[in-house]
C-alpha cells in the first residue's frame, strides 16, 4: 500500500499481473479503515473492505476485467494507517483546501471544442467569458 499526503483521502495499491503489466487501485483511506473493524463488506462499487478469519482483512476488487480478492494481516494495515494519521491527522485532510479557487479554475477553463458547458457555442450569450 501506498499513501500521498498530496492525496490525504486516498490510499493505493500497485500491482503485477501476470503478464507484466503494472496495474493501480487507489480506494478512501477511510474506507480500508471501516473495513478494519467490521465482519460484513464495507463500501459501494468496485472496492469492499472487510475482516475475515482471525485478524484477516480481504479487500475485494472489481472491474469489467474481473474481481480480485486481496488478503492482507489486520495489524499490517492497520500500522500502515497509523503512519498516514501522522503525517495528516484524521479529519484535517482538507485543511487549506480552497473550494472556490477549484470552481474558479473549472469556469475558467478554455471549453473542449469552442462549446460552453451548456453545449452551445462558446462563448453562449447566457454563460460568456469572463
Excluded: K
Aim: charged content about 25%; some cysteine; glycine content about 12%.
Amino acid at each position: 500500500m501506498a499513501y500521498d499526503p498530496a492525496d490525504p483521502l486516498a490510499v493505493s495499491v500497485e500491482f503485477v499481473c501476470g503478464n507484466g503489466m503494472h496495474t493501480t487501485w487507489t480506494m478512501g483511506r477511510d474506507l480500508v479503515a471501516e473495513g478494519l473493524t467490521s465482519r460484513c463488506p464495507v463500501g459501494l462499487g468496485d472496492v469492499r473492505v472487510w475482516q475475515y478469519g482471525e485478524g484477516g482483512l480481504r479487500i475485494r476488487l472489481h472491474s469489467d476485467e474481473g474481481s480480485a480478492d486481496l488478503l492482507a494481516e489486520i495489524e499490517d494495515v492497520a500500522d500502515f494507517l497509523s503512519r498516514t494519521y501522522q503525517l495528516v491527522p484524521e479529519g484535517s485532510e482538507l485543511d487549506g483546501f480552497d473550494v472556490d479557487e477549484v470552481i474558479r479554475l473549472l469556469l475558467a477553463t478554455t471549453p473542449v471544442q469552442g462549446r460552453c458547458w451548456c453545449g452551445r457555442e462558446y462563448p453562449c450569450l447566457d454563460h460568456g467569458a469572463e
